[in-house]
């Protein structure tokens, strides 16, 4: 069965930078873009960027560009997600996500979450 | 930017049929998804392609989207159906998902 599994809680400092892992198991790791979310405690879900695991190409939110990278190593089937100069509003939950595939379609939402990543970012 | 609108909550008692809307300029033109997140959780999909379920979804949960609002329709709602729903919609490249709305069925 497809997984995404997630490395553990973090907690840094403001200023520092965080790497968020995502492990890909039960499918072809290459087939599907994979995406990062973000949830704040308490408030909604927060598109920041997506890697083609294939080329590992990527684009970002407006809002994360300049902070957030993100990389895959196609030998473990992981994808990475880097988010530097962290301020307490960076404190969140997390995800990776893989977009779905519809024959003839794009454009397409997340049908398989990781477990989430719980960020705190705190002096 | 483009947005979506959700009402904060919405309430139904258990057996009823429960409806979240979600608002959009033009959303008709457009596809929605809607994901289900319950406390602690991360989110599940429920429905794509406006009215499209992924296996495994009950078909109690469908979807509709005409003019500038989709629908997510919960027919025979159950206690287990007490969860967040988001909805999300693709703005020219972009995911955007709506704030959300907190389902209480009681």
């Known amino acids: 069965q497809v997984q995404l599994v997630q490395s553990g809680a973090e907690v840094k400092r403001p200023g520092a930078s965080v790497r968020v892992s995502c492990k890909a198991s039960g499918y072809t790791f290459t087939d599907y873009y994979l995406y990062w979310v973000r949830q704040a405690r308490g408030q909604g879900l927060e598109w920041m960027g997506w890697?083609?695991?294939?080329?590992?190409?990527?684009d970002y939110a407006q809002k994360f560009q300049g902070r957030v990278t993100m990389a895959r190593d196609t030998s473990i089937n992981t994808v990475y997600m880097e988010l530097s100069s962290l301020t307490s509003d960076d404190t969140a939950v997390y995800y990776c996500?893989?977009?779905?595939?519809?024959?003839?379609?794009?454009?397409?939402?997340?049908?398989?979450w990781g477990q989430g990543t719980l960020v705190t970012v705190a002096s | 930017s483009y947005e979506l609108t959700q009402p904060p909550s919405v309430s139904v008692s258990p057996g009823q049929t429960a409806t979240i809307t979600c608002s959009g300029n033009k959303l008709g033109d457009k596809y929605v998804s809607w994901y289900q997140q319950k406390t602690g959780q991360s989110p599940v999909l429920l429905i794509y392609q406006d009215s499209d379920r992924p296996s495994g979804i009950p078909e109690r949960f469908s979807g509709s989207n005409s003019g500038n609002t989709g629908t997510l329709t919960i027919s025979g709602t159950q206690t287990t159906d007490e969860a967040d729903y988001y909805c999300?919609?693709?703005?020219?490249?972009?995911?955007?998902f709506g704030g959300g709305t907190k389902l209480t069925v009681l």
């Open positions: 890697i083609n695991p294939i080329s590992g190409t990527t």
């Open positions: 996500g893989r977009e779905m595939v519809v024959l003839g379609a794009n454009q397409l939402p997340l049908d398989h």
């Open positions: 999300q919609a693709w703005d020219s490249s972009t995911p955007i």
